[in-house]
C-alpha cells in the first residue's frame, strides 16, 4: 500500500536488476572474438584462447555493476492476466498509466525478446550496446510487452571529470546537468504528477484498499481516471470498468 501512495504522490522507484526474477536478466556475454588483441596471437594461441573463452563466456556486467544500475520496468499492456497475478500481488494491487511526454517515461526504450543470449561486442556503438546488454530478454518474457527507463550511478570519478570539464567549458553547464540528473542508480525519484493519466485497481483487491486508494488519487492526482477491472463472466480476460 505505501508503494502505491507512492505513486499517486509523484515518487517512483527504480530497482537494481540483481534482484530480478528473471536468472537471465543482463547476462550477456562477452564476444571475445571481436577483441582487437587476438590480432597480435599466432592462430594456434588464439584459437586456444577462443576454446577457452567457449567453456566458459565472460559476462559483460559484473555482480557490482548490476547492483548499481536502477531499472523502471514498464508495460505496454495494462490487461495482461499474467502481469496482474505476477507483480500485483495477484490482482489484489494497481496497475497505473503514465503519459510517456513527461520524464522519466519519457527516456524509457523498448525491450526486444530473442531465442539467443545477447553478445557485447568489442568496440561497439554505446546505442547498440545499450540494447543487447539492458534491453534484451528471453522470449519466454514476451507477454509482458515492456519498455524500461534506465538511471545508472555516477562515480566520484565521473563526478570529477564533469566538474573539470565545466571548468575548462561552462557552456557545457546544461548538459553536465542533465546528465547528472539524469541518472543516479537505484532508488525513489520525483515525477509530475500531470504524468498520471489512469489507475487500474485489481479485480481481488480488497473494499478497504479500494477506499484508500480512491480517496488519495482523488486528492493527489485528480486528473487520472480510475478503473475496477472485472474478471470476465464468458471468456479469460480481464475486463475495465470506469468510475466516476
Same mark, same amino acid.
Given at each position: 500500500?505505501?508503494?502505491?501512495?507512492?505513486?499517486?504522490?509523484?515518487?517512483?522507484?527504480? #530497482? =537494481?536488476?540483481?534482484?530480478?526474477?528473471?536468472?537471465?536478466?543482463?547476462? @550477456?556475454?562477452? !564476444?571475445?572474438?571481436?577483441?582487437? $588483441? *587476438?590480432?597480435?596471437?599466432?592462430?594456434?594461441?588464439?584459437?586456444?584462447?577462443?576454446?577457452?573463452?567457449?567453456?566458459?563466456?565472460?559476462?559483460?556486467?559484473?555482480?557490482?555493476?548490476?547492483?548499481?544500475?536502477?531499472?523502471?520496468?514498464?508495460?505496454?499492456?495494462?490487461?495482461?492476466?499474467?502481469?496482474?497475478?505476477?507483480?500485483?500481488?495477484?490482482?489484489?494491487?494497481?496497475?497505473?498509466?503514465?503519459?510517456?511526454?513527461?520524464?522519466?517515461?519519457? #527516456? =524509457?526504450?523498448?525491450?526486444?525478446?530473442?531465442?539467443?543470449?545477447?553478445? @557485447?561486442?568489442? !568496440?561497439?556503438?554505446?546505442?547498440? $550496446? *545499450?540494447?543487447?546488454?539492458?534491453?534484451?530478454?528471453?522470449?519466454?518474457?514476451?507477454?509482458?510487452?515492456?519498455?524500461?527507463?534506465?538511471?545508472?550511478?555516477?562515480?566520484?570519478?565521473?563526478?570529477?571529470?564533469?566538474?573539470?570539464?565545466?571548468?575548462?567549458?561552462?557552456?557545457?553547464?546544461?548538459?553536465?546537468?542533465?546528465?547528472?540528473?539524469?541518472?543516479?542508480?537505484?532508488?525513489?525519484?520525483?515525477?509530475?504528477?500531470?504524468?498520471?493519466?489512469?489507475?487500474?485497481?485489481?479485480?481481488?483487491?480488497?473494499?478497504?484498499?479500494?477506499?484508500?486508494?480512491?480517496?488519495?488519487?482523488?486528492?493527489?492526482?485528480?486528473?487520472?481516471?480510475?478503473?475496477?477491472?472485472?474478471?470476465?463472466?464468458?471468456?479469460?480476460?480481464?475486463?475495465?470498468?470506469?468510475?466516476?
Amino acid at each position: 500500500m505505501s508503494r502505491a501512495i507512492d505513486l499517486l504522490n509523484g515518487r517512483i522507484y527504480f #530497482s =537494481a536488476p540483481a534482484g530480478f526474477n528473471d536468472p537471465f536478466e543482463l547476462s @550477456a556475454k562477452v !564476444n571475445i572474438s571481436s577483441s582487437p $588483441l *587476438l590480432s597480435a596471437l599466432s592462430q594456434k594461441e588464439r584459437d586456444e584462447v577462443l576454446r577457452i573463452f567457449r567453456l566458459r563466456p565472460p559476462t559483460a556486467l559484473s555482480e557490482d555493476w548490476k547492483e548499481k544500475v536502477g531499472i523502471l520496468c514498464l508495460s505496454e499492456d495494462p490487461a495482461n492476466i499474467l502481469m496482474w497475478s505476477h507483480y500485483a500481488n495477484n490482482h489484489s494491487g494497481i496497475c497505473i498509466g503514465f503519459d510517456t511526454d513527461h520524464k522519466p517515461f519519457s #527516456s =524509457a526504450h523498448l525491450v526486444s525478446y530473442s531465442d539467443e543470449r545477447p553478445a @557485447a561486442e568489442f !568496440n561497439s556503438d554505446p546505442e547498440k $550496446l *545499450l540494447t543487447r546488454v539492458l534491453l534484451t530478454k528471453s522470449k519466454h518474457w514476451s507477454y509482458e510487452r515492456e519498455w524500461r527507463s534506465i538511471k545508472r550511478t555516477i562515480e566520484s570519478d565521473e563526478l570529477n571529470f564533469y566538474y573539470g570539464s565545466f571548468e575548462s567549458d561552462p557552456a557545457r553547464l546544461d548538459e553536465i546537468a542533465n546528465t547528472i540528473e539524469e541518472n543516479g542508480g537505484p532508488g525513489l525519484y520525483n515525477f509530475e504528477k500531470e504524468a498520471l493519466r489512469s489507475i487500474f485497481l485489481g479485480a481481488k483487491i480488497t473494499s478497504n484498499h479500494r477506499k484508500q486508494l480512491v480517496q488519495a488519487a482523488r486528492l493527489a492526482c485528480p486528473q487520472a481516471k480510475i478503473f475496477q477491472m472485472e474478471l470476465d463472466h464468458n471468456y479469460f480476460w480481464l475486463n475495465r470498468k470506469r468510475l466516476k
